[in-house]
């Protein structure tokens, strides 16, 4: 896979050209013989003097050592974009809650918004949930992570009781599933495949991007990787 590079230059340049106007009146240092240019946006009367550009990805192709492999990347991005919904709601209920809380100042209030909420969540994603697949179910556990830096296990014994979680994981692991699994795209290949799957979905507008809590870079992670297979086949 090629990696990421960040685009910007002469043609974003003049792509955003001609929504602005240059000064006519160009301020001149004497004893230089070029002038200072300031910019104008259209619809503001601040002068800038620079232009920033957002960061633009371009996405390498895709390339497998082989059909099988082509297969288990188009599943996996299936899953990844069927869930990510799911984990990004959760993020942003998990946020809402702790600002709701810190405004509330006795434990016992603290204690029945927390079920309220709790309450509100399950019913709000039980049923969907029941329809997922066991490798969907811990996908959905890994985003979970990334989204939140907090495992669904420390959710649920947060939200709950640590008892609770405790069974919560039992009753999941009889199905394969983990609820203490975290995500590390730095260290294990099918997390940075997740990684790679959103970050192309964000870029076409496919999801809404919702940035990850934990300290990565995806471009790194992208040369990264690339080295490594690159390597594996020398």
């Given at each position: 896979?090629?990696?990421?590079?960040?685009?910007?230059?002469?043609?974003?340049?003049?792509?955003?050209?001609?929504?602005?106007?240059?000064?006519?009146?160009?301020?001149?240092?004497?004893?230089?013989?070029?002038?200072?240019?300031?910019?104008?946006?259209?619809?503001?009367?601040?002068?800038?003097?620079?232009?920033?550009?957002?960061?633009?990805?371009?996405?390498?192709?895709?390339?497998?050592?082989?059909?099988?492999?082509?297969?288990?990347?188009?599943?996996?991005?299936?899953?990844?974009?069927?869930?990510?919904?799911?984990?990004?709601?959760?993020?942003?209920?998990?946020?809402?809650?702790?600002?709701?809380?810190?405004?509330?100042?006795?434990?016992?209030?603290?204690?029945?918004?927390?079920?309220?909420?709790?309450?509100?969540?399950?019913?709000?994603?039980?049923?969907?949930?029941?329809?997922?697949?066991?490798?969907?179910?811990?996908?959905?556990?890994?985003?979970?992570?990334?989204?939140?830096?907090?495992?669904?296990?420390?959710?649920?014994?947060?939200?709950?009781?640590?008892?609770?979680?405790?069974?919560?994981?039992?009753?999941?692991?009889?199905?394969?599933?983990?609820?203490?699994?975290?995500?590390?795209?730095?260290?294990?290949?099918?997390?940075?495949?997740?990684?790679?799957?959103?970050?192309r979905a964000f870029a076409a507008n496919r999801l809404e991007r919702q940035e990850s809590v934990l300290d990565y870079d995806y471009a790194q992670l992208s040369n990264k990787w690339k080295n490594a297979s690159s390597e594996s086949k020398n």
């Amino acid at each position: 896979m090629r990696s990421t590079i960040f685009l910007v230059g002469f043609l974003v340049f003049q792509a955003i050209g001609f929504s602005q106007e240059i000064e006519n009146d160009s301020v001149v240092n004497p004893n230089d013989s070029i002038a200072d240019y300031y910019v104008r946006f259209e619809g503001d009367s601040i002068l800038h003097s620079s232009i920033e550009l957002e960061e633009v990805y371009l996405f390498g192709r895709l390339e497998f050592a082989n059909r099988d492999e082509r297969i288990r990347y188009l599943i996996l991005k299936r899953k990844t974009l069927k869930v990510y919904p799911y984990a990004k709601l959760a993020a942003e209920r998990l946020v809402e809650l702790n600002d709701s809380l810190k405004h509330i100042k006795k434990r016992r209030h603290q204690r029945k918004y927390t079920k309220k909420v709790q309450k509100f969540i399950e019913e709000e994603f039980s049923e969907e949930l029941k329809k997922l697949t066991r490798t969907e179910g811990q996908i959905l556990v890994k985003l979970i992570y990334r989204q939140t830096g907090t495992t669904a296990f420390d959710l649920v014994k947060e939200l709950r009781s640590g008892w609770r979680a405790f069974w919560y994981n039992t009753t999941a692991s009889l199905f394969k599933i983990s609820l203490k699994e975290e995500f590390h795209p730095e260290s294990i290949h099918e997390d940075y495949l997740i990684e790679d799957i959103l970050q192309r979905a964000f870029a076409a507008n496919r999801l809404e991007r919702q940035e990850s809590v934990l300290d990565y870079d995806y471009a790194q992670l992208s040369n990264k990787w690339k080295n490594a297979s690159s390597e594996s086949k020398n």
